[in-house]
């Protein structure tokens, strides 16, 4: 089945600085890579979302790339607010055998004022 | 965005009970759902994928027998936790659509 790997676990940057959360899959088939924002106790918010399609999306002050012959994806945060703090998840989901989300294990985003 | 309501958000229950949390989409229709589990300061781990009007479809190491799947309607999915014990507790969350997922609010589960 798929396997999501997600780098760094924890991150810290100054406010205005940028980000970077990487994560690599090992389903060739995966065509679907979202990105969630969790808050403490809340529900996993989607972000921005790439179709295997497509190299690179951006939206605003996110943007996700991806490598399909690589197998790895990234999300870019520019001008960090301390607001963009929390958990970031990447996702793969697969189309063929189980199709489902599979998870990364997580980021935790520090910003600091 | 699509919304999906769960319920409840927290429950808190004795040792040997069972608990019942419900998982609706309220503007579309579902034919598929899925469970999470969630431990504190870990991943969203996919417990079982909720097919409308048939079986649902375990992950490897989640006890059927334990987690009760029901997913008679287009827009609601039950996931029964039955005699629950400590070790159940965690935050049971689920989603639904087609590839973009629509998340419930999730159920803090405490078992004492």
């Known amino acids: 089945g798929e396997n999501v790997e997600q780098h760094p676990s924890t991150l810290s940057v100054q406010e205005g600085d940028s980000a970077v959360i990487k994560c690599t899959y090992s389903?060739?088939?995966?065509?679907?890579f979202p990105w969630y924002k969790q808050e403490l106790g809340k529900r996993p918010q989607l972000i921005i979302d790439?179709?295997?399609?497509?190299g690179e999306k951006k939206d605003q002050r996110i943007a996700v790339t991806l490598n399909k012959t690589a197998k790895h994806f990234s999300l870019h945060i520019t001008e960090t607010q301390p607001e963009d703090s929390a958990v970031y998840f990447c996702a793969a989901w697969g189309d063929t055998g189980r199709r489902a989300l599979t998870f990364g294990s997580g980021t935790r985003l520090q910003v600091q004022p | 965005g699509a919304v999906v309501s769960q319920h409840p958000s927290r429950v808190i229950c004795k040792s040997g009970t069972s608990v019942k949390i419900e998982c609706r989409s309220l503007d579309f229709q579902a034919t598929t759902m899925f469970w999470y589990r969630q431990f504190p300061k870990q991943s969203l781990m996919l417990m079982a994928t909720?097919?409308?009007?048939?079986?649902?479809?375990?992950e490897q190491g989640v006890e059927k027998d334990k987690f009760l799947i029901n997913h008679a309607s287009l827009t609601l999915s039950t996931l029964t936790v039955t005699s629950a014990h400590p070790e159940d507790s965690s935050f049971y969350i689920c989603?639904?659509?087609?590839?973009?997922?629509?998340f419930g609010a999730g159920t803090r589960l405490s078992v004492l």
């Open positions: 909720s097919n409308e009007g048939s079986k649902a479809t375990y």
């Open positions: 389903d060739s088939a995966s065509n679907y």
């Open positions: 790439i179709r295997s399609n497509v």
């Open positions: 989603s639904a659509g087609e590839n973009i997922q629509y």
